[in-house]
Structure formats: structure tokens, C-alpha cells
């Protein structure tokens, strides 16, 4: 028996993972919290981990904690992924996120499986926790997005949480919405590629 032919396809512009959360006023449509947080296997500036979030600072009641920019152990990624994915995405763009360079970040990353997944960002002065929790599925979502065909293990939780130097963002995650199902959703094997 012979194996098939590979496909091979070009133009890849980053590989790795790609959770979000966003938090709503509860009870409302109003946004108080994105965080996108980004794990590159592979990209053409190199490996690493870049955050970019963005939180009301009195809807959160994180106050004067509040963050908003981007965090990043490689600081090309994070230029690299705000000027390629999020510069035209209505939904981050005009808060605020690329007005300062990045801010070197560690971050560390634990899993309980179906019941949670917890990424720590730290700098000098500040650590930011990003905790999904209740996985509700798992399913492959590909899209095609302006400029990209995208793919990804999509894996929407049922809940999420925020915290800054250890006070909770105030905030509820919506469901069902987008692609994943869910505000809070881990994505893992993402994959965008040029078309």
C-alpha cells in the first residue's frame, strides 16, 4: 500500500495557540476585558508568548492596575502579531494596546484538563492571571479570514477569570458567541496561513 501524496502548502505566519477572553459588564453587551494571549511555536520574528490585553479600569474595578498594552517574553512577536491580526480587528482596535512597546513578561502555564488552564504573566511590577475554567467541547474551527485561512483546536469554556496582582476583574463571560461558542475559549494548534 502506498501513502498518499502530502499536501504541502506555503506562507505560514504563525503556528501555536491563541486563548482569549473577553468580559462583559454582567447583564450587558458592554465590554470591560479582552485579553488575547498568544504561544508562537513558530513565526517569522521566532518563538515565544506575547499578551495583549485591554481593561476598563472602572467597569473591571481594577482601577489604576488596570492593564492595557502588550506583554511579551519576545517583544517582535507582540509587534508582530498586533500589526498582522489585530490592527484591523474592530473589536480591539482604537483602546489603546500598541500606543507603548511591549513589556517583558515571564509566563508560566498550568493545566487541569477539562477543568482548567492557567497562564501567569509576570513583569517587574505586575502579575496578570488568565484562568479558564469548565472546557464545554472540543472541535476544529477553520476559517477565512481578510488576508489568512486560519484553523484550530477550539475548546470553549464556561467560565474565565482575570486578576491583577491577585483582585479579580469584574466582568461575565457571553454564551454562545463567535466561532468558538464561547468569550473564553482556549485555542490550541492554531495555525494562520497567507492566502
Given at each position: 500500500m502506498?501513502l498518499?501524496?502530502?499536501?504541502?502548502?506555503?506562507?505560514?505566519?504563525?503556528a501555536?495557540?491563541?486563548?482569549?477572553?473577553?468580559?462583559?459588564?454582567?447583564?450587558?453587551?458592554?465590554?470591560?476585558?479582552?485579553?488575547?494571549?498568544?504561544?508562537?511555536?513558530?513565526?517569522?520574528?521566532?518563538?515565544g508568548?506575547?499578551?495583549?490585553?485591554?481593561?476598563?479600569?472602572?467597569?473591571?474595578?481594577?482601577?489604576?492596575?488596570?492593564?492595557?498594552?502588550?506583554?511579551a517574553d519576545?517583544p517582535?512577536?507582540?509587534?508582530?502579531?498586533?500589526?498582522?491580526?489585530?490592527?484591523?480587528?474592530?473589536?480591539?482596535?482604537?483602546?489603546?494596546?500598541?500606543?507603548?512597546?511591549?513589556?517583558?513578561?515571564?509566563?508560566?502555564?498550568?493545566?487541569?484538563?477539562?477543568?482548567f488552564?492557567?497562564?501567569t504573566?509576570?513583569?517587574?511590577t505586575?502579575?496578570?492571571?488568565?484562568?479558564?475554567?469548565?472546557?464545554?467541547?472540543?472541535?476544529?474551527?477553520?476559517?477565512?479570514?481578510?488576508g489568512?485561512e486560519?484553523?484550530?483546536?477550539?475548546r470553549?469554556?464556561?467560565?474565565?477569570?482575570?486578576?491583577?496582582?491577585?483582585?479579580?476583574?469584574?466582568?461575565?463571560?457571553?454564551?454562545?458567541?463567535?466561532?468558538?461558542?464561547?468569550?473564553?475559549?482556549?485555542?490550541?494548534?492554531?495555525?494562520?496561513?497567507?492566502?
Amino acid at each position: 500500500m502506498s501513502l498518499p501524496e502530502p499536501v504541502i502548502q506555503r506562507g505560514i505566519a504563525i503556528a501555536g495557540e491563541n486563548p482569549m477572553i473577553v468580559l462583559y459588564r454582567p447583564g450587558s453587551d458592554d465590554l470591560v476585558l479582552l485579553a488575547s494571549m498568544w504561544k508562537a511555536t513558530y513565526s517569522p520574528v521566532g518563538p515565544g508568548r506575547a499578551l495583549l490585553i485591554w481593561a476598563d479600569p472602572t467597569a473591571t474595578g481594577l482601577g489604576a492596575a488596570s492593564p492595557t498594552g502588550m506583554y511579551a517574553d519576545n517583544p517582535a512577536l507582540a509587534q508582530y502579531v498586533w500589526e498582522h491580526f489585530y490592527r484591523d480587528y474592530d473589536t480591539i482596535r482604537g483602546r489603546g494596546i500598541e500606543a507603548r512597546p511591549p513589556v517583558p513578561a515571564r509566563f508560566t502555564e498550568v493545566s487541569g484538563g477539562d477543568l482548567f488552564h492557567r497562564i501567569t504573566c509576570v513583569t517587574t511590577t505586575t502579575t496578570i492571571e488568565l484562568e479558564w475554567r469548565d472546557v464545554l467541547d472540543t472541535f476544529q474551527v477553520q476559517t477565512r479570514l481578510t488576508g489568512y485561512e486560519t484553523s484550530a483546536i477550539a475548546r470553549p469554556c464556561a467560565g474565565a477569570d482575570v486578576r491583577v496582582n491577585g483582585v479579580p476583574a469584574h466582568g461575565e463571560v457571553h454564551q454562545p458567541e463567535g466561532w468558538f461558542g464561547s468569550s473564553a475559549a482556549l485555542a490550541f494548534a492554531e495555525t494562520w496561513r497567507e492566502i
